[in-house]
């Protein structure tokens, strides 16, 4: 049996107001929980039970995808009480496992998506013998991430988080946020207290002598830290550009979930999504842009690229490109957010109130 180890317990500090009162995963990403893609891709891989490693705002997991028979898997979860960093979280899942020394486990970041072969992953490290193997992928500026460079052979050699120096940057390929465990190594993470994989267990694993293996892969790969990344992720789920079998629909131009009404005279494109029980007026204009559930855009108005919460208005005539308005937010006719602008939840905008506003 597969099994996997998914990490679900971040704040998402860089996508507020969007979880302020919704954990990162369980944003909708193509008309579903984020998280519901990763599940759903780990399943299509074989994985047959997955370890959600929780912790903030813990108690939304479970309603939604229960002991996950619905999804083809099985669910187990683990929440920290206080957060342990990732290498506390992957060891506090340790003893959901049914794993056996020898055994590969499946360790998942729960806001990176990407169109990696998992199965492919899983088979590279079984070939190399390692004790982990990373899932690499190349960017061409590495310095918001981890690098670890790599022999010919693909043996990892060194790390280094978030280089700060010129002379740090030997290598482009970075830590993409997926590993496979030997099921023995996870016991070797000190419990109880923080522990980070990225700086303290990959580091020592591999100046104890350890073969850590990295898979370099050139697929999809989008890292969903921030609202620009997130949105640009929804639409290329939409779109087809990296498949998802949870997308509840074909891939295209739009998706308009059930209980939605779009009048005719509205244009949507871009991979645009608009939930259930939203509205988009004639003559409004969405484009690349996630309408959460209950959302109304009222007629005229320019949306692009932006995110529209649970319940949250948008005005007529009203330009909205590259902004996030949080749940419930009201935004007035006339106005125009632009370049990373936020609108708190619950906020309400008179008309004509803003004509440009930047993060």
Not at 13 to 31: C, E, F, Q, W, Y
Not at 102 to 116: C, S
Not at 293 to 321: N, Y
């Amino acid at each position: 049996m597969t099994e996997a180890v998914l990490l679900v317990g971040g704040k998402g500090t860089r996508l507020r107001p969007l979880t302020l009162h919704t954990p990162k995963p369980m944003v909708p990403a193509a008309g579903v929980p984020f998280l519901a893609h990763q599940l759903a891709r780990a399943r299509a891989a074989g994985v047959e039970h997955v370890v959600l490693a929780t912790s903030y705002l813990a108690e939304v997991f479970e309603p939604y995808f229960g002991d996950g028979s619905a999804h083809g898997l099985r669910l187990t979860y683990v929440t920290e009480r206080e957060p342990l960093g990732t290498g506390g979280a992957i060891r506090g899942a340790a003893d959901a496992l049914d794993a056996r020394p020898g055994d590969g486990v499946l360790v998942f970041n729960g806001d990176v998506l990407t169109g990696l072969d998992i199965r492919g992953l899983l088979r590279r490290h079984e070939r190399a013998q390692a004790d982990v193997t990373l899932h690499l992928t190349r960017v061409a500026d590495p310095r918001a991430f981890g690098l670890v460079p790599t022999d010919p052979a693909g043996r990892v050699l060194a790390f280094t988080e978030k280089p700060v120096r010129p002379e740090e940057i030997v290598t482009d390929q970075i830590n993409a946020g997926c590993y496979v465990f030997r099921r023995e190594v996870i016991d070797t993470i000190p419990a109880g207290r923080p522990v980070s994989v990225e700086r303290e267990t990959f580091p020592g694993l591999l100046a104890g002598g350890a073969l850590l293996h990295g898979v370099v892969d050139a697929s999809y790969w989008l890292d969903l830290g921030r609202p620009a990344s997130f949105i640009q992720a929804s639409a290329d789920l939409v779109r087809g550009i990296v498949r998802s079998p949870a997308v509840p629909g074909e891939p295209g131009e739009h998706l308009v979930l059930p209980g939605a009404h779009v009048e005719p005279g509205a244009r949507l494109g871009g991979g645009t999504v608009v939930g259930a029980g939203a509205r988009v007026a004639a003559g409004a204009e969405v484009e690349g842009t996630v309408v959460l559930d209950g959302a109304r855009i009222e007629e005229g108005a320019r949306v692009r690229a932006s995110m529209v919460g649970a319940g949250a208005r948008v005005g007529p005539r009203t330009v909205l490109d590259g902004a996030v308005v949080g749940d419930r937010a009201d935004i007035g006719a006339d106005n125009e957010l632009r370049d990373g602008a936020r609108v708190w939840c619950g906020t309400a905008i008179p008309d004509a109130a803003i004509r440009f506003s930047a993060a």
